[in-house]
């Protein structure tokens, strides 16, 4: 048996030789909850892939809004499932792409050397990162691992809202707010690949980005209030929760959706108090007020996999931190004006 070491981070412990042929690794380690102050660069113990488990040398890590919510501990309620008082884990980050390094017990596919994306529970702001081999599918050959690692969490809640709980099809009017961002810049272009006619919120510098994206019409919110025009949509993504929800139904259709997507709200149970409000108003209009939670299916990044090497898809990337600077991403990120994703290259 080789000498076990167990990393500050709280790391699982590993046996000394990797198939990296390395003890530890560098990655970003957060010990309590706080401002991105909190992360630290540092040297951890390199983990070892347990049964059904694919060890990624990681290229790229995308960050997310979740991913600066789990730092901060704000709102409380995401302490529930991520540790009361500290973080269970010490390494944040969700989404990865990379190429295979080992893999555990009762995996045959990926094989070592592949080339993969996909997310996990967290720990992928790091050189390595242990993740389940069924949240991982193998990179298109148009993609660079840095447009990879931007994908998988906010293109599949994309997917999810306009698909799963929309049901978009061709025809259909789609309004996305916050369109220049990491889940709309997707949404834009997800909506217009089944044929809908989309129009795209977003500030006077990111107009020409969302037009970009394959959007129908454009508003500025700077010089338009959505929700003061006469145009009606069938679906409103609103990824920004701007505006009160009975403002926002002002712009729906007698029978559309409205699906509210911010993640945001009190310091306590967060965007909680809004989903309830919303699954209150449900029962009392023909409108579908339906928030929602994206669930990571493999099925579903090998849809989005699909998306990408056609073309009908591309992710949009605004500026990438090497690792030892993940807490100046992060901070870039909480102050939520983001053109599509920002990306931790290793």
Same mark, same amino acid.
């Given at each position: ?92 980050? %969700? *989404?990865? !792409?990379? &190429? ?6 009762? @995996? =045959? ?7 993969? $994306? ?44 306009? %698909? *799963?709980? !929309?049901? &978009? ?6 309004? @996305? =707010? ?7 810049? $997707? ?44 145009? %009606? ?114």
């Amino acid at each position: 048996m080789g000498t076990e070491q167990r990393s500050n981070a709280g790391e699982r412990r590993v046996p000394r030789g990797s198939p990296a042929g390395a003890a530890t690794m560098r990655a970003a380690v957060q010990r309590c909850y706080g401002p991105p102050s909190v992360l630290e660069s540092g040297k951890v113990a390199l983990p070892q892939p347990g049964r059904g488990e694919v060890l990624v040398k990681v290229g790229a890590a995308s960050t997310h809004p979740g991913d600066y919510f789990v730092m901060t501990g704000d709102p409380y309620v995401v302490r529930l499932a991520f540790g009361l008082r500290r973080p269970r884990r010490g390494i944040p980050g %969700r *989404d990865l !792409a990379g &190429v295979v390094a080992a893999v555990g017990k009762d @995996v =045959t596919a990926p094989r070592p050397d592949e080339q993969v $994306f996909g997310w996990s529970t967290t720990g992928t702001f790091a050189e390595y990162a242990c993740v389940p081999a069924d949240h991982l599918v193998p990179v298109p050959a148009n993609l660079s691992v840095a447009d990879a690692a931007a994908v998988p969490t906010s293109a599949m809640t994309a997917l999810q809202a306009l %698909r *799963d709980i !929309a049901n &978009v099809g061709p025809g259909q009017t789609v309004l @996305v =707010t916050g369109a220049s961002g990491g889940v709309g810049s $997707f949404a834009v272009q997800i909506a217009k690949a089944v044929g809908a006619e989309v129009t795209g919120v977003c500030s006077t510098s990111n107009v020409d980005l969302v037009r970009s994206l394959g959007a129908d019409h454009v508003v500025d919110y700077t010089r338009t209030d959505f929700t003061r025009t006469e145009k %009606r949509y069938d679906v409103i993504l609103d990824n920004v929760e701007a505006q009160p929800l009975w403002a926002v139904r002002q712009a729906l259709t007698h029978t559309g959706t409205l699906i509210p997507n911010s993640g945001r709200g009190g310091r306590w149970l967060g965007p909680l108090g809004r989903i309830v409000t919303a699954r209150v108003l449900s029962g009392f209009t023909r409108q579908r007020l339906r928030p929602f939670t994206s669930v990571g299916k493999r099925q579903d990044l090998l849809t989005l996999a699909d998306l990408l090497a056609t073309g009908q898809v591309t992710p949009v990337i605004d500026r990438t931190y090497p690792l030892d600077e993940a807490a100046d991403a992060l901070r870039y990120v909480g102050a939520g004006h983001t053109r599509g994703k920002v990306v931790i290259t290793l």
